[in-house]
């Protein structure tokens, strides 16, 4: 028995590693990837959609464990939590941004909406709009 956990915890340690590593440092564009449970949910669109899932759960427990999203733009490829202050902070001269983000997201859960209609996340749609 013993020498089945040894085995387990050697077979799965560097992945939690890899884990927590990818949580405690900084992370870029270029460190955030598939292994580390990263995916990129809108490529070509200015402010880039990250989705992190911790994949060290197993499938009854990643329910109760959302997924994480995180946010980039073209002025920095550091990964930022998704909340309508950290994009104020992106874009900190935008201001018809901002009072767009109050109008729009009354929580920071709701910035992740995909406008169907427009085919894109409609956190772009209205970015799209406020710099015309």
Same mark, same amino acid.
């Given at each position: 028995?013993?020498?089945?956990?040894?085995?387990?915890?050697?077979?799965?340690?560097?992945?939690?590693?890899?884990? !927590?590593?990818?949580?405690?440092?900084?992370?870029?564009?270029?460190?955030?990837? $598939?292994?580390?449970?990263?995916?990129?949910?809108?490529?070509?669109?200015?402010?880039?959609?990250?989705?992190? =899932?911790?994949?060290?759960? =197993?499938?009854?427990?990643?329910?109760?464990?959302?997924?994480?999203?995180?946010?980039?733009?073209?002025?920095? $490829?550091?990964?930022?939590?998704? #909340?309508?202050?950290?994009?104020?902070?992106?874009?900190? !001269?935008?201001?018809?941004?901002? $009072?767009?983000?109050?109008?729009?997201?009354?929580?920071?859960?709701?910035?992740? #909406?995909?406008? $169907?209609?427009?085919?894109?996340?409609?956190?772009?749609?209205?970015?799209?709009? =406020?710099?015309?």
């Amino acid at each position: 028995m013993k020498k089945l956990f040894l085995l387990l915890l050697v077979a799965f340690c560097p992945f939690t590693i890899a884990q !927590v590593v990818a949580q405690k440092k900084t992370v870029t564009t270029k460190t955030a990837t $598939d292994a580390l449970g990263y995916k990129v949910i809108n490529p070509g669109e200015e402010i880039i959609l990250y989705k992190y =899932s911790h994949m060290g759960h =197993s499938p009854k427990e990643a329910e109760k464990y959302g997924p994480k999203y995180f946010f980039t733009s073209k002025s920095s $490829d550091t990964l930022m939590d998704l #909340s309508k202050a950290n994009l104020k902070k992106a874009f900190s !001269v935008n201001h018809t941004f901002h $009072d767009a983000l109050d109008t729009n997201f009354k929580e920071d859960k709701e910035l992740i #909406s995909y406008d $169907d209609f427009h085919k894109m996340y409609k956190l772009n749609w209205i970015l799209q709009n =406020s710099t015309k």
